[in-house]
C-alpha cells in the first residue's frame, strides 16, 4: 500500500487527470467516467486532489521523520554515553513525553502560522523522545562492552568511540523508528489539516476532509460519499500498513535477538568461542 502510494506521489503530474486547484466540473458531480471519484463543491476532480494529496502528505511524513530519527540518535546517543549530559537530555524528553502531543502541535503551529515548513518542524520536534530513549539504554548496554573499554584503554577519544563504536551499534532500531514516525507524521498532518491548521496552498488528505466539514449539511446527501469516503480511506490505509510494517520490523528483530542467543548458548555449551557480528 505505502508502495502503491509513494509510486502515485512521485508520479503525480503524470498520473493526476486534471488539477486538483481548478474547477473543471460542474459542482456536487457524483462519480463518473469523467470524474472517478466526483467533484467537491466547487467542481474540483477528488481523484486529482487525492492523488497530489498523497504527494504532499508523504513529502511531510519523510521530511519529519528525518528531522525526528536525527534528533532522536543525536540525544538518545549524547545522553547515553556523555553521563553529566544525561539528565538534561533525559528531563527534556520526559517533559515533552509528559505533555499532550496533538494540543500541543496545534497550539504550536497557530502561534507560527499554518505552512509546510510549520508543521514538519513542528512534528518532527515532538516525535523524537520516546525513542531517544530506547536509543539511551542501547547506549548504556553497548558503553559496557568489552570492545567499547578496550579501545579506550588504547587512547580512542569519545567522539571516535561514540562514532565508531556506539552509533553504529544502534541502528538495529532504525527500521521501526522510520515506520513508527511515518504513520505519527501522517495522522499528525491529516489532524491538524482537518483542524483548518494545515498548509492552505497545498492538498492534504486531512484538508479534504476539513473541506468537507464545512457543510453542515454534509451528510444529509449522498455527497458524503465521495468527498468524505476516499480521503479518510487513504489516511486509515496508509496508517494501518505503517503499523503492520512496524509489527512486521519488530517480530523480526525478535526472532534475530533469539535466534543470536539460542546461537550463543550452543557455541557455550559445545565450549566454542563466542561469535561476534
Not at 504532499?56 to 521530511?63: D, G, P
Not at 552509533?167 to 513508527?180: W, Y
Not at 479518510?232 to 496508517?239: D, K, M, P, R, S
Amino acid at each position: 500500500m505505502l508502495l502503491t502510494l509513494t509510486v502515485l506521489a512521485l508520479l503525480a503530474p503524470l498520473v493526476a487527470p486534471y488539477d486538483p486547484r481548478l474547477p473543471i466540473g460542474r459542482p456536487f458531480e457524483p462519480p463518473s467516467a469523467t470524474h472517478l471519484l466526483g467533484t467537491t463543491d466547487i467542481g474540483q476532480d477528488v481523484l486529482s486532489q487525492c492523488i497530489w494529496a498523497a504527494r504532499w502528505t508523504l513529502t511531510i511524513a519523510l521530511a519529519t521523520t528525518l528531522i525526528s530519527t536525527v534528533l532522536s540518535w543525536s540525544a538518545g546517543v549524547t545522553a547515553g554515553f556523555w553521563p553529566r549530559l544525561d539528565g538534561p537530555v533525559t528531563g527534556l524528553a520526559d517533559l515533552l513525553l509528559a505533555l499532550p502531543g496533538v494540543p500541543l502541535a496545534m497550539l504550536v503551529v497557530t502561534l507560527v502560522g499554518p505552512s509546510l515548513a510549520a508543521i514538519v518542524a513542528t512534528l518532527g520536534a515532538l516525535s523524537w523522545p520516546g525513542f531517544a530513549r530506547i536509543v539511551r539504554s542501547q547506549v548504556l548496554v553497548l558503553r559496557g562492552r568489552p570492545y567499547v573499554t578496550a579501545s579506550r584503554a588504547l587512547g580512542a577519544t569519545d567522539v571516535r568511540l561514540a562514532m565508531r563504536h556506539i552509533v553504529p551499534g544502534t541502528f538495529e532500531l532504525l527500521p521501526a523508528k522510520i515506520v513508527l514516525t511515518v504513520r505519527f507524521a501522517v495522522f499528525g498532518e491529516a489532524t491538524l489539516a482537518f483542524l483548518g491548521l494545515g498548509d492552505p496552498a497545498t492538498p492534504s488528505w486531512g484538508g479534504m476532509l476539513g473541506w468537507a466539514f464545512n457543510d453542515p449539511l454534509l451528510f444529509t446527501r449522498p455527497t458524503w460519499g465521495w468527498l468524505v469516503a476516499p480521503p479518510a480511506v487513504l489516511i486509515t490505509l496508509t496508517v494501518l500498513a505503517a503499523t503492520w510494517i512496524a509489527t512486521g520490523v519488530e517480530a523480526g528483530g525478535i526472532q534475530t535477538h533469539a535466534t543470536g542467543r539460542a546461537r550463543q548458548r550452543s557455541d557455550a555449551a559445545a565450549g566454542r568461542p563466542r561469535r561476534t557480528a
